[in-house]
């Protein structure tokens, strides 16, 4: 089993600029969630999907950031316009319900 | 927000003694999960205890939760060097498998 992938693992760019952060959850896994980590904040769930239907984008920080889910093998998170206080490492985990599964994240460094 | 707050923050002890971690949450749960985070990867899943169990166990790791006190602890035996890594515990209060994750406990085993 692959696991769930992220691209890219890290990304550097500089401040206006949009971010796309990928992810391919597991095969079988009905549940998406999108997690942020800073030392500040601790870990931040942004938002999840059930059925690649969005059920709870309460912890998206703001319109600048939007997630889609096109179908059951992809889903993006995006970043527009980037600020400086975005940088941090966001996961990806896809779960059947229970125990989550973990990607190994993108380290956003925004400039 | 942090559901969970973990005790201590940061633990070192070396290798063959016992870790023991604490974990404290505010609302009610359905279970409590702990993962564990090695530097620069995602979490990974270690342990699963359902709000009407009281102990259980999983090779080294022994988990207890007091849903009175709404406590748990994570006891790692005998430590190894590869069990260096920060754990989380993280409550899942049974509606569309939502975690809210503490903010965990560094744990550094020396040989």
């Known amino acids: 089993d692959a696991g769930v992938i992220q691209s890219p693992r890290h990304e550097v760019t500089e401040m206006g600029q949009e971010v796309t952060l990928r992810c391919k959850p597991i095969?079988?896994?009905?549940?998406l969630f999108w997690y942020r980590q800073t030392m500040m904040r601790g870990l931040e769930l942004l938002i999840y999907?059930?059925?690649?239907?969005?059920?709870?984008d309460s912890g998206m920080p703001e319109d600048r950031f939007s997630a889609k889910m096109p179908n059951a093998s992809f889903s993006t998170l995006k970043i527009q316009p980037s600020e400086p206080r975005d940088s941090a490492v966001y996961f990806c985990?896809?779960?059947?319900?229970?125990?989550?599964?973990f990607g190994d994240g993108t380290r956003l460094s925004i400039l | 927000s942090q559901q969970g707050e973990e005790d201590p923050q940061a633990l070192s002890i070396q290798e063959g003694e016992n870790a023991t971690m604490n974990c404290s949450y505010k609302?009610?749960?359905?279970?409590l999960q702990w993962y564990r985070q090695n530097s620069g990867r995602g979490l990974v899943h270690l342990i699963l205890?359902?709000?009407?169990?009281r102990e259980k166990h999983s090779g080294r790791l022994r988990v207890t939760l007091d849903t009175s006190k709404k406590s748990s602890s994570l006891l790692i035996t005998a430590s190894r060097a590869a069990d260096t890594a920060s754990y989380f515990c993280?409550?899942?209060?049974?509606?569309?498998?939502?975690?809210?994750f503490g903010t965990g406990t560094r744990l550094q085993v020396t040989l």
């Open positions: 985990a896809s779960s059947p319900g229970g125990p989550q599964h």
């Open positions: 095969s079988g896994h009905n549940s």
């Open positions: 999907f059930n059925n690649n239907v969005p059920i709870d």
């Open positions: 609302t009610s749960i359905n279970n």
């Open positions: 205890i359902r709000s009407n169990e």
């Open positions: 993280a409550t899942d209060p049974g509606t569309a498998s939502k975690l809210t």
